[in-house]
């Protein structure tokens, strides 16, 4: 168990997957144990160092949920030159007490309790840790926070181009104020949030054919079925009425019959997007990544490591057009099949 006020610091890359699976299981949050890993992304260029740098979110991803500790940090090199079986030990995990050292094939390891060996380790990692940086900010807000930290800037809102893959459309787009203002919890939300909100999502509709927005057809059904809108938390709003449903849906069939929106809807079969999942590229230097926990409620990831934010921008550029989603013409057809059938049902 970690003790209080301790630390853990890693040198560890993806490969080593029984020390990442260890950080998901062990309670470090309760004893106030900070957990920093250094971690190295290969600076060579092409498919292959993509690949590799996704990997390491890929790894990462279930440990940000779990430990909210963990802060992981990266610099690059050349990996294969650094981790290879002729490496001397490249695997490190330091802690207040003893150093562990660790081959590469993690079958062989050294361990150190030297205090003096400890504070060499230490002094070596702070001076990597002090040019590396941070793979993303994790930001796990209280719902008074969530309000102010989710909204787009202007620069943002107004952007030329906006892509974003949702489970559900993106309703703010296409929600009138009258709905809006009705569903709102006011019992949370003060009355001057209240108005930013209004204001924001106005903002939203009146740049929404600016926003390349795919979604999933089984999200547009749970919509319809509940009322729920997944990307905005159940705090700040009461599920929407059936007819609300409907009239949604029909201003998103009248942005698509007016030209002003092109609906992309997912292949499932093609692609699984989970269901409490956003991701919204304002521009090819930035990538926001909203996860909300059924659990531990919203978490707002800022990627901030350059080939993991082109790799997420540049495939949701890619997806409306690749085979992972229906044709324009096909999408249309669905939207109205699923109007269509919850008109009848509701009525």
């Given at each position: 168990?970690?003790k209080?006020?301790?630390?853990?610091?890693?040198?560890?890359?993806?490969?080593?997957?029984?020390?990442?699976?260890?950080?998901?299981s062990?309670?470090?949050?309760?004893?106030?144990?900070l957990?920093?890993?250094?971690?190295?992304?290969?600076?060579?260029?092409?498919?292959?160092?993509?690949?590799?740098?996704l990997?390491?979110?890929?790894?990462?991803v279930?440990?940000?949920?779990?430990?909210?500790?963990?802060?992981?940090?990266?610099?690059?090199?050349n990996?294969?030159?650094?981790?290879?079986?002729?490496?001397?030990?490249?695997?490190?995990?330091?802690t207040?007490?003893?150093?562990?050292?660790i081959?590469?094939?993690?079958?062989k390891?050294?361990?150190?309790?030297?205090?003096?060996?400890?504070?060499?380790t230490?002094?070596?990692?702070q001076?990597?840790?002090?040019?590396?940086?941070?793979?993303?900010?994790?930001f796990?807000?209280?719902p008074?926070?969530?309000?102010?930290?989710?909204?787009?800037?202007?620069?943002?809102?107004n952007?030329?181009?906006?892509?974003?893959?949702?489970?559900?459309?993106?309703?703010?787009s296409?929600?009138?104020?009258?709905i809006?203002?009705?569903?709102?919890?006011?019992?949370?939300?003060?009355?001057e949030?209240?108005?930013?909100?209004?204001?924001?999502?106005a903002?939203?509709?009146?740049?929404?054919?600016?926003?390349?927005?795919?979604?999933?057809?089984?999200?547009?059904?749970?919509?319809m079925?509940?009322?729920?809108?997944?990307?905005?938390?159940?705090?700040?709003?009461?599920?929407?009425?059936?007819?609300?449903?409907?009239?949604?849906?029909?201003n998103i069939?009248?942005?698509?019959?007016d030209?002003?929106?092109?609906?992309?809807?997912?292949?499932?079969?093609?692609?699984?997007?989970p269901?409490?999942?956003?991701?919204?590229?304002p521009?090819?230097?930035?990538v926001?990544?909203?996860?909300?926990?059924?659990?531990?409620?919203?978490?707002?990831?800022?990627?901030?490591?350059?080939?993991?934010?082109?790799?997420?921008?540049?495939?949701?550029?890619?997806?409306?057009?690749?085979?992972?989603?229906?044709?324009?013409?096909?999408?249309?057809?669905?939207?109205?099949?699923?109007y269509?059938?919850?008109?009848?049902?509701?009525?």
């Amino acid at each position: 168990m970690p003790k209080k006020t301790g630390h853990i610091k890693l040198m560890v890359q993806p490969e080593y997957q029984y020390i990442f699976d260890c950080l998901t299981s062990i309670d470090f949050n309760r004893n106030n144990t900070l957990v920093e890993a250094i971690i190295v992304f290969d600076k060579n260029e092409g498919h292959k160092s993509t690949t590799y740098n996704l990997n390491i979110l890929q790894k990462l991803v279930p440990i940000l949920f779990q430990c909210e500790v963990f802060h992981p940090y990266y610099v690059y090199d050349n990996v294969d030159t650094l981790f290879n079986n002729t490496s001397m030990l490249p695997f490190k995990i330091i802690t207040s007490d003893f150093v562990l050292t660790i081959s590469y094939e993690q079958d062989k390891a050294v361990l150190y309790n030297s205090q003096d060996m400890v504070a060499l380790t230490c002094d070596n990692f702070q001076k990597s840790l002090s040019v590396a940086n941070p793979i993303c900010h994790t930001f796990h807000p209280t719902p008074e926070e969530y309000l102010q930290s989710t909204f787009l800037s202007d620069e943002e809102i107004n952007a030329e181009e906006v892509h974003e893959l949702f489970y559900q459309p993106c309703f703010p787009s296409f929600c009138p104020e009258s709905i809006l203002m009705d569903r709102l919890n006011t019992d949370i939300i003060p009355p001057e949030m209240q108005g930013v909100i209004a204001d924001y999502f106005a903002k939203i509709r009146s740049k929404y054919s600016s926003h390349s927005i795919s979604f999933t057809l089984e999200g547009l059904n749970l919509f319809m079925e509940t009322g729920r809108v997944t990307e905005i938390p159940d705090f700040m709003y009461t599920y929407l009425t059936p007819p609300q449903r409907l009239a949604l849906l029909k201003n998103i069939i009248n942005s698509v019959e007016d030209g002003s929106f092109t609906p992309r809807i997912v292949r499932s079969g093609k692609l699984s997007v989970p269901s409490p999942i956003c991701i919204c590229a304002p521009s090819e230097q930035k990538v926001v990544i909203y996860y909300f926990s059924p659990n531990k409620g919203q978490y707002i990831f800022h990627l901030q490591e350059l080939s993991l934010v082109h790799a997420f921008h540049d495939f949701l550029v890619y997806l409306p057009e690749s085979s992972m989603v229906y044709s324009e013409e096909e999408s249309k057809e669905l939207l109205h099949s699923v109007y269509e059938k919850y008109k009848n049902l509701y009525n």
